[in-house]
């Protein structure tokens, strides 16, 4: 796949899942060697993603970390927009921003990126109308609360049925403003606002978004909810556990599996696959 052949009918059409690397720009995730080096460690994570068969590189520059503390638009576009201009004159791999600005999104799509990724779906000011302007894939994922506050006692009367509610409303948003349909990814939003039991609850039920008719973007790789399951604290113990959720992902229809570990996902995948497809 290239950039210039990435569109919703594809992420639709797929035989089989997307792999969505992560690269994550915040300041903590390259070591400080200056901004040349930062760029070249980026660079080399990126070939290697594609090398492990990534199918898409989400670049994002804004933590969502719960508890996290806001960036501005300036700092954000600094962090992303140098990487996403390399990205594209070195490689042809489809690529998406992870940004909830409308600043960003705008400076991202004119950089080259292929795909808006927005944690929260398009509720900024001005990010509809912003998105309605260009033909990309957009991916709504669902969030309770605000990031810096959304792990503090989450709340939910039926998980599934209200994530389901503000999806199709997030997506009858969209469309009122001029996005295509077949532009439309949703995601339930693992570890965004919701306890183990609710992460664990939208994982078994997975199909009843399929109702939505848009393709489903799941992302656990490494979340606490494999550590709280495995009661490993450490984010480096947490492969294992990422490729299975991600296998069982595959098993359940998603379109867009969202990984750190691009070969060992891969990998899954295609087992998965095999097997799927046996009669
Ligand atoms: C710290 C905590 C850093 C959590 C980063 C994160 C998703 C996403 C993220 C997701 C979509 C992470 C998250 N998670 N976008 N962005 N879906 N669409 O673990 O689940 O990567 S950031």
Redesign the pocket.
């Known amino acids: 796949m290239n950039s210039t052949s990435f569109s919703g009918t594809l992420i639709r059409q797929a035989l089989s899942p997307l792999i969505m690397g ?1 690269l ?1 720009l ?1 300041p903590d995730s390259f070591s400080d060697g200056g901004l040349f080096v930062k760029k070249e460690q980026a660079l080399q994570h990126v070939l290697e993603m594609i090398a492990a068969g990534a199918d898409i590189i ?1 670049v ?1 520059g804004e ?4 508890g ?1 503390a806001e960036v501005s638009e300036e700092e954000e576009c600094q962090r992303v927009i140098p990487i996403i201009e390399m990205i594209r004159s070195e490689t042809d791999i489809p690529v998406s921003v ?1 940004s909830s600005k409308p600043g960003v999104m705008k400076a991202a799509l004119d950089a080259g990126a292929n795909m808006v ?1 927005d ?1 929260n779906a398009l509720r900024s000011e001005g990010a509809l109308e912003l998105v309605a302007n260009y033909d990309v894939p957009v ?1 709504l ?1 669902h969030m309770q609360g605000k990031p810096r506050t959304m792990q503090k006692d989450p709340h939910y009367d039926d998980v599934v049925t209200e994530v389901k509610d503000f999806l199709q409303q997030r997506m009858q948003a969209c469309i009122d403003a001029g996005i295509k349909k077949e532009n439309l990814v949703i ?1 339930p ?4 606002g919701k306890k183990l039991e609710h992460n664990l609850s939208l994982f078994k039920h997975l199909d009843a978004f399929t109702e939505l008719d848009a393709p489903l ?7 606490s909810m494999i550590g709280q399951v495995l009661d490993n604290a450490l984010v480096e113990e947490r492969l294992y556990g990422s490729v299975a959720l991600a296998a069982l992902a595959t098993w359940l229809n998603s379109a867009i599996i ?1 990984v750190h570990d691009v070969k060992a996902t891969v990998d899954a995948v295609k087992l998965c696959m095999a097997v799927k497809q046996a009669e």
């Not at 933590?63 to 719960?66: C, D, F, L, Q, Y």
């Not at 939003?189 to 965004?192: D, I, V």
């Not at 973007?217 to 979340?223: A, E, F, H, P, Q």
């Open positions: 992560i994550n915040t989400d994002g933590s969502t970390r719960p996290a992870d990724n944690v991916c994922m995601d939003g693992f570890g965004f973007l799941v992302g656990v790789s490494r979340k969202r």
